[in-house]
Structure formats: C-alpha cells, structure tokens
C-alpha cells in the first residue's frame, strides 16, 4: 500500500487502458448518464453552508483555485509519528428537545486535526505504513476475532479524491483490499466514468475487519475503528471525500441522517474538507435501476466540477 507502483509494462497499461474504457461505457450505458444535468455549483452549494472553526483560528477550506494536486503540496516538515490516536470516540448527537429542530448540520467527528500543514508524499507514506501496521494488530473490538486480515485502504496517498466505505466484504477480507468484490467492480466503473484512473484515488473503509455475514457495524466497532479513519484523512487530507452509503456518511460525519435525504448534498469535514454522500454501491446492485444510478452519477458529477474536471467525453 505504500510502496511506490512499479512502472507499467506496456500490454499491462493497454489492459488497463481497455478495461477503463469498458468500464466507462457500461457505466454510462448503465445510467444513461450523458441526459442527465449537473446539479448546482457546489461552491455556491458550500457557500451556503456554515464554514465550522476547525480550531482556535477558524480555519477555512481554501479556495479551490489555491489547491494543487496533491503530490504538488508544499513538503512539510516532519512531525513525530504518530501512532493510533487514543482519542475518546465522539459522543452521539444529543437529542433534540421536544419540539426544537435538531441541529443541522450534524458535527463532524472531531478525532482528526486539520489545522496542521499537509504532509509531503513521502511522509503520508511514512504515516500511513505505521497506521497499517498498527491497524494489523488491532483487538479493540470483536471484530477481530473473525478477520482473516485488515483492510487498510488502497490506492494513492497524494489522492484528491477519497472515497469511504462500510467495511470488508468476504472478497475484501479475503484480499486484504477494500472494494474488490461485486460492489468494488462497480465502484471502479464509477471511477473510470469520472475519468480517473482506480489507482489514482484513495479508499478506505469506516471499519477495517470483517463483519460477521456482512452486517453493518455496530455503533462500538464504529466508535473503535473510526479514529483509524480519521487519522489516514488528515494524512491524506483529499479535496473531496465521498461518502458511499449511510454508514460512511455516519462514519465521516457523525450524523445519524437517512442517506436517500442527504445524498447530493455536500457537507464539509472538519469545517475543511467536502464531502458529497451518495448511495452505495451495494445499493445500486441491489436496485438495478437507471434512477439510483442516474442519481449516484448527478453526485460524482458533482465531485468533479468540485475538482476542476469534467466527464471525459465517450471514447
Ligand atoms: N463494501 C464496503 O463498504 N467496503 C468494501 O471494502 C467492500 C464492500
């Protein structure tokens, strides 16, 4: 996972090359994605909303303009390794009074820091393979007794887009990389369609084992597993996270909101960092239907324009 890529023999590039455009066309075929609009400007939709302090000096998302890719960040002077933070899991959102609108949006969970520099490439790497390796040896819940190994992430630490899952399917759990059963497949699909490369953004799950016959975690395994997270997005610290599904969504944010309400909404991480919730992919192969996908591709599109990119045009 951390390990720089080897460079591409050329037939394996073509292979890749071929499988990115099948992807692509079965996604788009899948959807009908060309006739569908793009939503709202997330600017103006961020705009909109309340920029929470990350900390003393409020600190805000810069400007999108400002943002380069990631390995271009300016290098950052190395802090001391940080291992798994002990940091209390956050509290669940207080009920509302009888007859007080509860508080929208819901608090981002505060276990991570952004107030920090980004890292350089090198030092991601560097953290990360410590987090890894710390997430290996993990007993803190039940969870790990029925693992045949963690799912740490995959993909590229410099990433700008970082996309949030559940946790480990029996493929996952079997592979030791997250997303690389059915729902995986189709995830790539979304991603060859927003014309990025499946390398080149970075995953990782709320939870890093295996739930038994695939349940959701419990609220705490969340608690457990998610400071894991959270350290390995301030690590990264992507443009835009996406949040696949409701326990993503819960995960990331800590708001308990039904998914079909929020997806294509955006909603900021830490008073920094974007995050656009859409449906699971699990969701869209149990449904089958051109709506959720269509839907979920309104989302991504969204992502892009966040990004400064477009769809690449049907080859
Ligand atoms: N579903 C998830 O949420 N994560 C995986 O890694 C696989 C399936």
Redesign the pocket.
């Known amino acids: 996972m951390t390990q720089q890529p080897a460079p591409l023999d050329p037939r394996e590039e073509l292979r890749e090359l071929t499988s990115s455009v099948r992807a692509w066309v079965e996604w788009h075929g899948d959807c009908g994605a060309e006739l569908l609009p793009v939503e709202d400007s997330p600017e103006a939709v961020l705009g909109s909303l309340e920029r929470r302090p990350a900390g003393p000096k409020g600190r805000q998302r810069p400007a999108a303009p400002e943002r380069t890719h990631a390995a271009s960040r300016p290098a950052f002077e190395a802090p001391p390794v940080r291992n798994v933070p002990e940091r209390p899991a956050p509290p669940p959102p207080a009920p509302a009074p009888p007859g007080v609108a509860p508080a929208a949006p819901a608090r981002a969970a505060p276990t991570a820091t952004l107030e920090a520099p980004p890292l350089g490439l090198q030092e991601r790497r560097a953290r990360l393979s410590v987090l890894a390796e710390t997430v290996k040896n993990c007993t803190r819940c039940g969870l790990h007794a029925g693992r045949q190994q963690t799912?740490f992430s995959r993909g590229d630490p410099g990433a700008e887009l970082c996309f949030v899952?559940?946790?480990?399917?029996a493929?996952?759990d079997a592979q030791g990389?997250?997303?690389?059963?059915k729902?995986?497949q189709l995830?790539d699909k979304m991603i060859a369609a927003m014309g990025l490369r499946r390398d080149e953004v970075y995953?990782a799950?709320?939870v890093k084992c295996r739930p038994p016959n695939?349940r959701t975690p419990e609220a705490p395994e969340m608690a457990s597993c998610m400071p894991y997270l959270h350290e390995q997005l301030e690590v990264i610290r992507p443009r835009v996270i996406v949040a696949?599904?409701a326990?993503?969504l819960r995960g990331v944010m800590g708001t308990t909101e039904g998914i079909t309400k929020v997806r294509g909404t955006w909603r900021l991480y830490q008073g920094a960092i974007p995050v656009m919730p859409t449906f699971?992919?699990?969701y869209v192969l149990r449904m089958e239907t051109k709506e959720v996908r269509g839907m979920v591709w309104s989302d991504l599109q969204q992502v892009l324009k966040e990004l400064g990119r477009s769809p690449p045009a049907r080859p």
């Open positions: 799912v899952g559940e946790g480990p399917g493929d996952e990389e997250p997303f690389v059963g729902a995986g995830l995953i799950n709320c695939n696949l599904g326990t993503a699971h992919p699990s």
